[in-house]
């Protein structure tokens, strides 16, 4: 089952398994499955829910948000290497290597989400995208009720911009060959299940992401006493991938090669 990692200000690291069938809410109340003690988290501010075989993150109503991969959602179905931020506590998703494989070529999904209000849905419709679940497909409570069609928000963006992007990593060092950027999240850390893995003591589970915007590929730091460098430059902010640029996560070094095209 895939795992949580929870990075709390000033505390360390946790990890919590999600199960099949099961919730895991997430507050400052001390009757949540994961306890954020912070003033600025609403008692009850999320939960992660079992749908089938995937997992999905529903805000409940919170003060100030849940974002995941720098987006405000409400609703949003989790992927590996998707990093929840809420109030500044970074959640981290990673999944084992078997369901990786299970999983492989499925980052979009055509799953249909069961509404059960046709107003909800009118206004899902017409909402910004990256505040609402990222399915874009309703139950039709309707005159043809028992079907289900297709809705196409005009705020979307073409995934087309993101799917160009052709970048490809290298490895100088702690590893042999290429890896290619075909995810919108390329995790690198020493969990196994990482896209990018370092065999090194001080570096965390996911101590970097790699998220691919539609101007390009950013670099993420998310936590660990080992920082990525950029061309021996400390990164302490996401931070634009230039053509050559060489990354260092503990004893990986790579060497970043941006082929997409702009046309």
């Not at 939960?47 to 609703?75: A, Y």
């Not at 492989?104 to 505040?131: E, I, V």
């Not at 874009?136 to 289900?148: A, E, I």
Request: hydrophobic share 30%; glycine share 8%.
């Amino acid at each position: 089952m895939p795992a949580i990692t929870l990075k709390s200000k000033n505390k360390s690291a946790e990890k919590y398994q999600l199960q099949k069938g099961e919730s895991l809410t997430i507050g400052r109340r001390d009757d949540n499955d994961m306890v954020i003690d912070d003033p600025s988290v609403s008692g009850h501010h999320a939960k992660i829910d079992s749908v089938g075989e995937r997992f999905v993150l529903n805000d409940l109503k919170s003060k100030n948000g849940c974002f995941v991969n720098e987006q405000l959602v409400d609703s949003h179905w989790l992927n590996h290497g998707d990093v929840i931020t809420i109030c500044g506590h970074s959640l981290i998703l990673n999944f084992s290597k078997d369901e990786l494989r299970r999983h492989k070529g499925r980052d979009d999904f055509d799953d249909t989400l069961m509404m059960s209000s046709t107003d909800h849905r009118r206004m899902m419709a017409k909402s910004n995208p990256n505040k609402s679940i990222n399915v874009m497909k309703f139950w039709d409570k309707g005159p043809n009720r028992g079907s289900v069609r297709d809705i196409e928000p005009k705020a979307a963006e073409p995934k087309s911009k993101i799917q160009e992007t052709a970048s490809v990593l290298t490895y100088l060092a702690g590893g042999r060959g290429q890896v290619n950027i075909v995810r919108r999240i390329t995790t690198i850390g020493k969990d196994p299940s990482s896209d990018i893995v370092v065999k090194s003591l001080l570096v965390d589970p996911t101590t970097a992401t790699i998220k691919k915007g539609t101007d390009g590929c950013y670099l993420n730091y998310i936590g660990g006493l080992t920082k990525p460098k950029i061309n021996q430059k400390p990164v302490t902010e996401s931070t634009l991938l230039k053509d050559h640029d060489i990354i260092e996560v503990g004893s990986v070094k790579l060497q970043f090669s941006d082929t997409s095209s702009t046309d």
